[in-house]
């Protein structure tokens, strides 16, 4: 088996996003801001925050090109192994080093797909307060730019029928922001230079936060948001 054919199916992303594109607004009303400043050819990686487990589905009904996630291997239980495997998103070990997650992230990347990543690695506050290096490390190794993603809303308040989704039929924003670079021209990939990009991913995603929140008009912060720092 070659590299390539090991890889996440592109194909099967596709129709990860097909199937996004039905679930998120045949059950929710998305309302999507930004989507052409996702490049539309080359590898990009989308950088999203978290705060509910909708999130990853949500970018993926709504980014305007098929997305491939790493996704915590806990998820991949039962008859949902093979259905996130089918549909292109990746398996990564969140314990360790997982060096095949890195492998098969950075060849999805070379192949000039779009990866993406929650950066605060679990699902939490959803200000990019707390990142991890991971994807500094995706970044600066690849080339490829960053697709800061603010979803918004998904957290806000629990459905009745059932609550451990946002209401069905109600509004979730999600702006996508300005391409940018993280590293800093140099090609650098000591601890130092991850760490600089780090902080300058950092800066950039907080402040699309802010923005995001602006144009939505979302100013109060849900339970699950936290303000952040602008």
Do not use: C
Request: aromatic share 6%.
């Amino acid at each position: 088996m070659t590299d390539s054919d090991r890889l996440p199916s592109a194909g099967g992303a596709a129709v990860g996003r097909r199937i996004g594109i039905g679930l998120m607004y045949g059950l929710w009303r998305p309302r999507v801001l930004g989507s052409w400043r996702v490049p539309s050819a080359g590898p990009v990686i989308l950088a999203g925050n978290h705060s509910h487990n909708i999130d990853g589905p949500m970018i993926m009904g709504t980014a305007p090109r098929p997305v491939h996630f790493l996704v915590k291997k806990e998820a991949f239980a039962g008859p949902l192994d093979p259905f996130l495997t089918g549909i292109g998103q990746l398996k990564v070990d969140r314990t360790g080093t997982d060096r095949t997650a890195i492998t098969d992230a950075l060849g999805v990347l070379e192949r000039g797909g779009v990866l993406g990543i929650f950066p605060e690695g679990t699902r939490g506050e959803g200000d990019f307060a707390s990142l991890r290096a991971g994807l500094a490390y995706f970044a600066v190794r690849s080339g490829a730019p960053i697709v800061p993603v603010a979803v918004l809303g998904s957290a806000e308040r629990a459905g009745r029928a059932i609550p451990a989704l946002p209401p069905l039929r109600s509004r979730v924003d999600v702006v996508f922001g300005d391409a940018f670079q993280a590293g800093d021209g140099s090609g650098r990939r000591t601890r130092k230079a991850l760490d600089e990009a780090t902080v300058r991913i950092q800066e950039r995603l907080t402040a699309h936060l802010t923005t995001a929140r602006r144009l939505t008009g979302r100013h109060r912060v849900s339970p699950g948001e936290s303000a952040g720092t602008p």
